[in-house]
């Protein structure tokens, strides 16, 4: 890494002021070729709130203020806000993703916010190493993800076609997950390492070594919500193997009723963690349906864990619907924080543990003719 020694201990010193004060922050254009007129939108989540804030650009440079406790992961976008804006079909945008933190964050920007030069914030100095480490990751998925969809629709459909692009995914998963792991160890004062270390930390087979990586960080970042997160993570490496017993917890309906996990036993159910932004989760939903309607009557239910972000709870809804999702769904609205998805280690949707009548994991992530043949071989018995 590029860090010097001095440095990474300075900003260890800072990190409990950058957690538990509300500290500002500034990003000033340096330099920029944007149009003037030009809206930008930054949108992030800090605790349970969604921020979004715009600006225009003047003199071909803008401006965005404010406080935060702690360093997130943020968005700038260029004319429209597709949170709010739905892109059309194919549509691109120009945008950012970056990591907002109280610090005087500087911008060099040509003609397009994708391509900006970031200085004064050592989190964007780690987080642009950690970009250069994942890139070949990257490559191998997106070269994988090209060589399945030109396949013709029959052998897609392959079981052992399938199956073998299933085994390339994993490797290059693990090969990713080692990079996490090697990057969290390096970095372990700053906030990006962290959540690398939150990337693994349900990582069975690297369960001593998150253990070590964690006892050294600083009080600080341990008492952060990713810290605790990873204690959560790193204890489900044991409640979720198959043979334990399930974790109880109590998430809420779109319509406000909490639902506990434990009301459901004396039948054998399904946890779905999806969420509506998640398009495998959206393409899988068919086959839940499918097995929904072949095996409630025989003591099959689904309980929908949605990971939707704070402030989409229309658009968690609206796939319910638009999916004919007629099982109970629960969330708390906190994204990737959802308290349940911590608990049971997820770290990618959509993901499934299937629980016998007594609340213990029989299954996990069983997914279309896998889990329709689990089903018929536990009610042909």
């Known amino acids: ?7 990474f201990t300075y900003f260890l010193i800072l990190f409990p002021v950058f957690i538990f004060a509300q500290t500002p922050y500034s990003i ?15 949108v992030y989540t800090d605790g349970d709130r969604k921020i979004t804030d715009s600006t225009l650009v003047q003199n071909g440079k803008f401006k965005f203020g404010g406080s935060l406790k702690y360093p997130v992961i943020s968005r700038m976008f260029l004319h429209k806000n597709p949170y709010v804006v739905k892109l059309n079909k194919g549509e691109q945008i120009d945008y950012l993703m970056f990591y907002l933190e109280p610090a005087q964050i500087k911008m060099a920007i040509s003609d397009s ?14 987080f642009k190493d950690l970009k250069l480490m994942l890139k070949p990751i990257d490559n191998q998925y997106t070269d994988l993800r090209k060589e399945y969809e030109a396949l013709p629709t029959e052998k897609q459909k392959d079981s052992l076609i399938l199956a073998g692009f299933i085994g390339r995914e994993n490797e290059i998963t693990q090969n990713a997950n080692r990079l996490h792991l090697a990057f969290a160890k390096k970095n372990a004062g700053l906030f990006v390492g962290l959540n690398s270390l939150a990337h693994v930390a349900a990582v069975p087979e690297f369960s001593s070594e998150i253990k070590t990586i964690y006892a050294k960080l600083p009080m600080a970042l341990k008492e952060s919500p990713v810290g605790k997160g990873i204690l959560l993570s790193m204890a489900s490496n044991d409640h979720t193997k198959i043979g334990a017993v399930a974790i109880d917890f109590e998430q809420n309906t779109p319509a406000g009723k909490p639902v506990k996990l434990s009301s459901f036993k004396g039948k054998y159910v399904l946890v779905d963690f999806w969420a509506s932004w998640c398009g495998p989760c959206r393409e899988e939903n068919p086959n839940l349906v499918s097995a929904y309607k072949k095996f409630n009557a025989k003591g099959f ?12 709870r229309a658009r968690w809804v609206d796939a319910i619907k638009q999916d004919n999702l007629v099982w109970t769904q629960v969330s708390d609205l906190k994204g990737w924080d959802n308290e349940a998805a911590k608990a049971y280690g ?19 992530d069983l997914r279309g003719k896998e889990l329709n043949n689990k089903l018929a071989e536990i009610f042909s018995k």
């Not at 689904?302 to 989409?312: A, C, F, K, R």
């Open 301 to 312: 239910e689904i309980l929908g864990v949605s990971l939707d972000q704070p402030g989409e």
């Open 346 to 364: 997820i770290k990618s949707i959509p993901s499934s543990f299937l629980l016998d009548p007594s609340g213990r994991i029989i299954g996990k």
């Open 113 to 126: 916010i994708k391509n900006a030069i970031i200085s004064g914030s050592s989190e964007n100095a780690g």
């Open 1 to 7: 890494m590029s860090y010097r020694k001095n440095l």
């Open 28 to 42: 000033t254009t340096t330099e920029s070729q944007l149009k003037d007129g030009s809206k930008v939108y930054l």
